[in-house]
């Protein structure tokens, strides 16, 4: 038996030297010699530490007691120097999975801040932030905004609290009042008052007069209808025109917004943050440079996408109408209804009337910002509902060269 074993290992070296000249394979490049399966974990000065294999714990810890403590003291005066927590800061953020939320926990850990992320839903509804820090550096828990010492526990161990949390429109779950008021202690309304006919508006007035009566030292912003590649508007508008072929326009798009780029909103956060204490218990109002009528801003829209404007004058009362019944049924039926796409009977209500920047508000340049135009960079990403890609569109009719592809 142990002859056959030797016999048949023997044909067996034959036959793969007899492959290899066939189909020469280099042990260079598959062998453990080979750099690429190689650790250096040696730095500068200590080019005599190299490990074969995957360089694991072992390899690190011999090198660190070999080298002693002033390998120590090197390590952390890098880490030190690093943006890595030095801003001194660690900012609980509420409402940063959401669309502004993202933009300042990026701010936030670009500034080399902590930044707690409490968050509701799965473990996934986080994920995408943890890419804006280094390892540790943005940290999610999971809290229940219903529960009081759940919200302390997030806040427990944070020097700034920043409060996002928002929606533009209700559920079963959660209404106007719960989302504005209940939960949001520094949630500032946009550009509303006590007595608006939105419901949305007067809960953010009552909480900012709420917060400014509990915390008179802390910072109001409130920002216009933020413009960018999540915003609920121009993102609406795109795919709404595209699958139907027309967009409404409620009482023929005559009302005046100041739509602000979201990564400006974010900066202003930030920088309130970074400065000597002046903004403390100010209000600002944060409006783009430009100001556009929901007609113009459709237009401009269409321009971006390449498609041939068509709207659909709808008058405010027959919008109203159309968007009633959820409202009437939303806490009446045993199943969710859905989200409404451009009837949301409080928008409409929102959008009655012109929404820009108080004349002798607080804005950008109090906090020595300069906001972004509209048409450039912050609506490009309308170029993704072009038809035919990026360098086509339906209004687009000539040839486009190939050394124009991109």
């Not at 300042?104 to 801040?113: H, N, R």
């Not at 219903?146 to 526990?153: M, Y």
């Not at 806040?155 to 928002?166: D, P, S």
């Not at 309308?382 to 009719?397: D, H, N, V």
């Given at each position: 038996?142990?002859?056959?074993?030797?016999?048949?290992?023997?044909?067996?070296?034959?036959?793969?030297a007899?492959?290899?000249?066939?189909?020469?394979?280099?042990?260079?490049?598959?062998?453990?010699?080979?750099?690429?399966?190689?650790?250096?974990?040696?730095?500068?000065?200590?080019?005599?530490?190299?490990?074969?294999?995957?360089?694991?714990?072992?390899?690190?810890?011999?090198?660190?007691?070999?080298?002693?403590?002033?390998?120590?003291r090197?390590?952390?005066?890098?880490?030190?120097?690093?943006?890595?927590?030095?801003?001194?800061?660690?900012?609980?953020?509420?409402?940063?999975?959401?669309?502004?939320?993202?933009y300042?926990?990026?701010?936030?850990?670009?500034?080399?801040?902590q930044?707690?992320?409490?968050?509701?839903?799965?473990?996934?509804?986080?994920?995408?932030?943890?890419?804006?820090?280094?390892?540790?550096?943005?940290?999610?828990?999971?809290?229940?905004p219903?529960?009081?010492?759940?919200?302390?526990?997030v806040?427990?161990?944070?020097?700034?609290?920043?409060?996002?949390?928002?929606r533009?429109?209700?559920?079963?779950?959660?209404?106007?009042?719960?989302?504005?008021?209940?939960?949001?202690e520094?949630?500032?309304?946009?550009?509303?008052?006590?007595?608006?006919?939105?419901?949305?508006?007067?809960?953010?007035?009552?909480?900012?007069?709420?917060?400014?009566?509990?915390?008179?030292?802390?910072?109001?912003?409130?920002?216009?209808?933020?413009?960018?590649?999540?915003?609920?508007?121009?993102?609406?508008?795109?795919?709404?025109?595209?699958?139907?072929?027309f967009?409404?326009?409620?009482?023929?798009g005559?009302?005046?917004?100041?739509?602000?780029?979201?990564?400006?909103?974010?900066?202003?956060?930030?920088?309130?943050?970074?400065?000597?204490?002046?903004?403390?218990g100010?209000?600002?109002?944060?409006?783009?440079?430009?100001?556009?009528?929901?007609?113009?801003?459709?237009e401009?829209?269409?321009?971006v996408?390449?498609?041939?404007?068509?709207?659909?004058?709808?008058?405010?009362?027959?919008?109203?109408?159309?968007?009633?019944?959820r409202?009437?049924?939303?806490?009446?039926?045993?199943?969710?209804?859905?989200?409404?796409?451009?009837?949301?009977?409080?928008?409409?209500h929102?959008?009655a009337?012109?929404?820009?920047?108080?004349e002798?508000?607080l804005?950008?340049?109090?906090?020595?910002?300069?906001?972004?135009?509209?048409?450039?960079?912050?609506?490009?990403f309308?170029?993704?509902?072009?038809?035919?890609?990026?360098?086509?569109?339906?209004?687009?009719?000539e040839?486009?060269?190939?050394?124009?592809?991109?």
């Open positions: 038996m142990q002859a056959i074993t030797r016999r048949l290992g023997h044909q067996s070296l034959k036959s793969s007899s492959l290899k000249s066939i189909y020469p394979i280099s042990d260079h490049y598959y062998g453990i010699d080979h750099e690429r399966y190689v650790s250096t974990i040696a730095t500068k000065g200590v080019g005599h530490l190299v490990r074969k294999g995957t360089g694991g714990r072992s390899s690190v810890r011999s090198a660190i007691l070999r080298l002693g403590l002033p390998f120590l090197e390590i952390v005066k890098v880490m030190l120097e690093s943006n890595s927590l030095c801003s001194g800061i660690v900012a609980t953020v509420f409402g940063a999975t959401g669309f502004l939320g993202r300042v926990v990026q701010q936030l850990a670009k500034m080399g801040s930044v707690l992320v409490p968050f509701r839903g799965s473990e996934d509804c986080p994920r995408h932030l943890k890419l804006m820090g280094d390892l540790g550096q943005i940290v999610p828990m999971k809290f229940n219903r529960d009081e010492s759940s919200v302390k526990a806040m427990a161990r944070a020097n700034v609290v920043i409060n996002l949390i928002g533009d429109y209700e559920t079963r779950n959660y209404s106007y009042e719960e989302v504005h008021y209940h939960m949001a520094k949630l500032a309304k946009a550009w509303a008052s006590p007595s608006s006919s939105s419901r949305m508006l007067r809960c953010k007035a009552a909480a900012e007069e709420a917060v400014l009566r509990e915390l008179p030292e802390a910072t109001i912003f409130k920002p216009a209808v933020m413009i960018g590649t999540e915003d609920r508007i121009l993102n609406r508008w795109a795919h709404f025109a595209k699958k139907y072929g967009l409404p326009l409620m009482g023929n005559n009302t005046k917004i100041q739509p602000v780029y979201v990564v400006d909103v974010a900066s202003a956060l930030t920088t309130a943050l970074k400065d000597d204490g002046t903004s403390m100010k209000i600002y109002e944060l409006g783009g440079p430009e100001i556009f009528t929901v007609h113009e801003l459709a401009i829209m269409y321009d996408i390449r498609e041939w404007p068509r709207y659909v004058n709808v008058p405010l009362p027959i919008a109203k109408a159309l968007a009633t019944p409202e009437l049924f939303l806490n009446k039926v045993p199943f969710p209804l859905p989200k409404p796409e451009m009837f949301n009977l409080d928008q409409i929102a959008f009337k012109d929404t820009v920047v108080s002798n508000a804005t950008f340049n109090d906090l020595g910002i300069v906001p972004h135009k509209l048409k450039g960079y912050p609506i490009e309308l170029i993704s509902y072009r038809k035919g890609g990026p360098q086509f569109g339906s209004t687009i009719s040839k486009v060269s190939p050394d124009a592809w991109p």
